[in-house]
């Protein structure tokens, strides 16, 4: 099955008053990808000291979830940050991190935009 061909960045042109609101973040989507150049042996030895520290994080309250991609050799956590930089300053200090074997791919997230119309929220402006 093929992925859809979705732009990575678009506001849907029919309902411009979305584009009017703003949400916090509250939470950073974190896609990390294994550095597949280097060898599987390097990256095993390191694993157990990664899945401690990754453990560390859980437990301190900064990764709220975790889950393995489906569809490549991967991780996505769901971050208890307020920014990117939070985040990744936390992700780096891992041990994959500081032997260059896995990069992160960071997204702000927050709440739903149309939950907003839906509560009455007047659209700024």
Not at 30 to 38: E, F, P, Q, R
Not at 58 to 76: C, N, T, Y
Request: hydrophobic share 45%.
């Amino acid at each position: 099955m093929s992925e859809p061909n979705i732009p990575s960045k678009f506001e849907v042109p029919v309902f411009p008053p979305f584009a009017a609101f703003s949400v916090p973040t509250t939470k950073i989507l974190a896609i990390g990808s294994l550095n597949t150049s280097k060898p599987a042996e390097e990256i095993a030895k390191v694993l157990p000291y990664e899945v401690r520290q990754t453990v560390a994080l859980h437990l301190e309250g900064k990764i709220d979830q975790w889950w393995s991609l489906a569809s490549r050799l991967g991780v996505v956590f769901v971050m208890n940050c307020k920014t990117v930089e939070e985040a990744h300053d936390l992700l780096e200090k891992l041990p994959l991190g500081i032997a260059g074997m896995m990069t992160f791919e960071l997204h702000p997230i927050g709440p739903l935009k149309p939950l907003m119309l839906l509560a009455g929220t007047p659209v700024p402006g």
